[in-house]
């Protein structure tokens, strides 16, 4: 039986209490869920978006073991194992050996770490928001190391070619889905 949104929202705040790991999880959850419509597998957009909310699932207690411990901690819930590879696979060449297969995991190796960057821009604009940030705009940021500096470029870079992309459409393709799903990322935020 698939996993549903409520079962993955359980098992994600039994381990995440922070405001900013929650928001992070349900932002990548929409989009991921963009990413399944834009790319052809709306038929799995749950699944998408419930790999995108999960993946994140270790790091708030046990930042040290991250996609190691989010594995034991799925499993001990019983969530299907296409769950826990992909969730773990955002971590490869980082802190494990998994690498991202499918269009999903590549999905979510590109944009878990540009999410972070685009959400630290809005941060930035007079607005807050993502509606009105256009493309150059982001590649400024993205090309000033100093900004965000936790956001890794490499792994942003790495993503957009696992998914066999220019990173200017990759870098496009998520602000897309980061302005797309704002009303409904702030909505789903405000709930917490």
């Known amino acids: 039986m698939a996993m549903t949104r409520?079962?993955?929202?359980?098992?994600?705040?039994?381990?995440?209490?922070?405001?900013?790991?929650?928001?992070?999880?349900?932002?990548?959850?929409?989009v991921m869920?963009?990413?399944?419509?834009?790319?052809?597998?709306?038929?799995?957009?749950?699944?998408?978006?419930?790999?995108?909310?999960?993946?994140?699932?270790?790091?708030?207690?046990?930042p040290e073991e991250h996609c190691k411990k989010s594995q034991e901690l799925m499993r001990q819930a019983g969530v299907e194992e296409s769950i826990v590879?992909?969730?773990?696979?955002?971590?490869?060449?980082i802190c494990v050996d998994i690498?991202?297969?499918?269009?999903?995991?590549?999905?979510?190796?590109?944009?878990?770490?540009?999410?972070g960057l685009i959400g630290a821009a809005a941060l930035m604009r007079p607005s807050k928001s993502v509606a009105d940030m256009e493309l150059k705009s982001l590649k400024k940021k993205f090309k000033d190391k100093k900004f965000a500096a936790g956001c890794s470029r490499?792994?942003?870079?790495?993503?957009?070619?696992?998914?066999?992309?220019e990173l200017d459409k990759l870098l496009d393709m998520t602000l897309k889905a980061m302005q797309g799903e704002e009303d409904a990322i702030e909505e789903a935020v405000r709930s917490i």
């Open 6 to 30: 409520q079962q993955a929202w359980d098992l994600l705040t039994q381990y995440n209490k922070e405001t900013f790991h929650l928001r992070h999880a349900i932002t990548v959850e929409h």
């Open 33 to 62: 869920g963009w990413y399944a419509d834009q790319l052809g597998y709306g038929a799995d957009k749950e699944f998408w978006s419930v790999v995108g909310l999960l993946h994140d699932l270790d790091f708030e207690q046990w």
């Open 85 to 93: 590879r992909a969730t773990a696979s955002h971590g490869w060449g």
């Open 99 to 115: 690498k991202p297969e499918h269009e999903m995991e590549k999905a979510l190796f590109a944009s878990d770490e540009l999410t």
């Open 154 to 165: 490499e792994v942003i870079s790495d993503g957009a070619a696992l998914l066999g992309w």
